[in-house]
Nanobody, 128 residues
Framework: QVQLVESGGGMVQVGGSLRLSCAASGEPFSTYNMGWFRQAPGKDREFVAHIRWSGYTLYADFVKGRFTISRDNAKNTVVLQMDSLEVGDTAIYYC??????????????????????WGQGTQVTVSS
């Protein structure tokens, strides 16, 4: 497992943007498959985005075209750029890592159980 620390959350108005970062402590970070999940009050945690070690990306349908996931292997960091934010995006956002080297498809990486390390989360609040 690795240590993950999220930052960049906060409060923003509808239509605004936020940039979440996730700093990972482990090596070799470049081989990890990384994801972002979120949990809104009273709801289950849900998949948001994923980036493989190769740079290939996956997104939940509700964020396509609005959110962008990227990684900087030199800085051991994954970034979630969130634009055109909506009230429904209000949630705690969690960074997750899979360090096992296991490969999988879209459904596999949308499942929380396939990630072995999690951050503490960062709050995102979108107001109207």
């Amino acid at each position: 497992q690795v240590q993950l620390v999220e930052s960049g959350g906060g409060m923003v108005q509808v239509g605004g943007s936020l940039r979440l970062s996730c700093a990972a402590s482990g090596e070799p970070f470049s081989t990890y498959n990384m994801g972002w999940f979120r949990q809104a009050p009273g709801k289950d945690r849900e998949f948001v985005a994923h980036i493989r070690w190769s740079g290939y990306t996956l997104y939940a349908d509700f964020v396509k075209g609005r959110f962008t996931i990227s990684r900087d292997n030199a800085k051991n960091t994954v970034v979630l750029q969130m634009d055109s934010l909506e009230v429904g995006d209000t949630a705690i956002y969690y960074c997750a890592a899979s360090t096992t080297g296991v490969s999988g498809g879209s459904y596999y990486w949308s499942q929380q159980r396939n990630y072995d390390s999690w951050g503490q989360g960062t709050q995102v609040t979108v107001s109207s």
